[in-house]
């Protein structure tokens, strides 16, 4: 089924573009969001009308793609995240950490469009992220991960206390019977 998109879709295309698609994609997805028309004489005429706004609107995006470009180029993000002795972290960095980052430094990206190695970062160092823009132009950021220091208590009283009140929670709580164990004796009483 022919479509024309109404908005930018980054799987798809972009406004104005004519795609074929699956009806159902269309019918489910694509019309009720009101991201594609469908293919008529009618909407081909709005759109032919709407033409040189579409292309005003596509021409901003490539220039505000540019200067975003440029601004990333130069920017180093620099992360502080728990981190073990040997410098692996408790977590990972991911597409949504850097995303987060970049927006409280006034860079508003979604997570969808940054490209990390792999899963993501999992140990402490300095490591390159994609971040992809507008059409065919994209940016490539530096990432320093830096370990954060974690106190720990040096008190091995802790965890015996902690142990010793598992242990008395445990002879406490009345024993439960598992699903298996409950049909087996219902089975056994009705024979």
Avoid: W
């Amino acid at each position: 089924m022919k479509v024309i998109l109404n908005k930018d879709l980054a799987t798809l295309g972009e406004e104005g573009d004519v795609k074929e698609v699956a009806k159902g994609y269309a019918r489910n997805y694509l019309f009720p969001r009101g991201i594609a028309l469908p293919y008529t004489p009618r909407m081909i005429q709005i759109i032919e009308s709407r033409r040189a706004e579409i292309e005003s609107r596509k021409e901003q995006k490539r220039l505000d793609a540019r200067g975003i470009k440029e601004k990333l180029d130069a920017f180093e993000l620099s992360l502080t995240m728990p981190a073990g002795a040997n410098g692996k972290l408790y977590g990972a960095v991911t597409n949504q950490t850097v995303a987060d980052e970049l927006a409280k430094n006034g860079f508003q990206i979604e997570r969808k469009r940054i490209e990390l190695a792999g899963n993501g970062f999992k140990s402490v160092g300095k490591y390159k992220a994609l971040i992809k823009l507008y059409e065919n132009q994209s940016a490539e950021i530096s990432i320093t991960i830096i370990a954060q220091e974690i106190k720990t208590e040096s008190s091995s009283s802790k965890p015996a206390a902690k142990r010793g009140r598992r242990d008395e929670q445990k002879k406490d709580a009345p024993v439960q019977e598992t699903a298996e164990e409950t049909q087996s004796s219902n089975e056994a009483e009705s024979v």
